[in-house]
């Protein structure tokens, strides 16, 4: 296993290069700053008028449209949404300089083969193990948010320098840049959403809510016990993992932990998660995503319009009005 630190960038491979980055959403308007902030000349690719144009401008960065962005830039981040891509990438490959290094933040397009690059492209994967939020937030503080690294296409010879650069350049070498594959990266960071991260985790909570709820307990308490002090707990395994954990909460918890965890987490979950990584790996996720959204995501609509109408969401709302230091946090 290789994790790179900044000792091991080479300062020069992208030295007075401009770097397009295409996307002002939340990695995009993180990449861009780190990037500025680091020394490089960054333009930020946006629909001429739009809010992420109008955004990028106030944040002191040059603006142009998608395919004007690109014209001699050294590297171009893709950082749009993943089902835009594909389009995004046809309108502007005809515009992209011979042995430009094409750079993406998760490798769905290229391992799913929604992209084919040209092949006088670099072709590079840069991936934060974070938010663009926290990206941007612990660049400020002198940190950096781990990242993930992968070449698919070599065609300089140079693709590996130029991606680490661009990790370094927006902090990741501080927390460290681990060596990976783009169906590494694809397939584990999807699986850990819909798995642990995203889907297991809220739907512990909301289920653990529905419990205590429906046996008669207040919704304020459940909203505490089961959502609230989540953070408390992701924050020591964070910190110090298992360890710090069981260090930090009490015999009893511990107890608990481990004798009834299992039996809420058991063989038959672990059955379902091998279910979803297959599904993952032979692409039927991806399929499924992709028709979803050319059928114009009306499922998707209404599964995320009951979500967001679920009494752990009104009883939340009330109480993080009480503890306006949490919108703050941000």
Request: charge should be positive; include cysteine.
């Amino acid at each position: 296993m290789k994790i790179y630190s900044a000792k091991d960038v080479d300062q020069k491979a992208l030295k007075g290069a401009t770097i397009t980055i295409i996307g002002y959403g939340s990695q995009g308007r993180a990449h861009a700053l780190n990037l500025k902030d680091s020394g490089y000349n960054v333009v930020v690719g946006a629909r001429k008028g739009g809010a992420s144009w109008k955004k990028a401008q106030k944040d002191g960065l040059k603006v142009a449209e998608p395919i004007d962005a690109v014209v001699g830039a050294a590297l171009v981040a893709l950082l749009t949404p993943d089902l835009t891509q594909a389009a995004v990438y046809n309108e502007i490959k005809g515009h992209m300089a011979t042995g430009a290094t094409l750079l993406f933040a998760h490798g769905f397009n290229i391992h799913f083969g929604q992209i084919k690059p040209r092949k006088d492209l670099d072709v590079v994967l840069i991936a934060p193990k974070g938010p663009g939020d926290l990206v941007r937030r612990q660049y400020q503080q002198g940190r950096g948010v781990p990242c993930l690294i992968a070449v698919a296409q070599d065609a300089t010879k140079k693709a590996k320098k130029k991606a680490l650069a661009y990790a370094d350049g927006i902090g990741g070498t501080r927390g460290g840049v681990l060596e990976t594959t783009f169906e590494e990266e694809t397939v584990t960071d999807l699986f850990g959403e819909q798995a642990v991260l995203c889907g297991g985790a809220t739907e512990l909570v909301v289920k653990g809510f529905e419990v205590l709820t429906e046996a008669g307990y207040k919704p304020e308490a459940a909203y505490y016990e089961c959502l609230h002090e989540l953070k408390l707990i992701v924050d020591l395994l964070q910190e110090g993992g298992l360890a710090k954990m069981h260090e930090f909460i009490s015999e009893t918890a511990k107890w608990g932990d481990l004798t009834r965890g299992p039996r809420v987490v058991n063989a038959a979950t672990k059955k379902e998660m091998k279910k979803i990584l297959t599904e993952i790996q032979d692409g039927t996720f991806a399929r499924q995503w992709i028709r979803e959204t050319k059928a114009g995501k009306k499922k998707y609509t209404k599964l995320m319009n009951a979500d967001l109408r679920h009494p752990i969401e009104k009883v939340g709302k009330q109480l993080r009005a009480r503890m306006p230091w949490l919108e703050q946090g941000k």
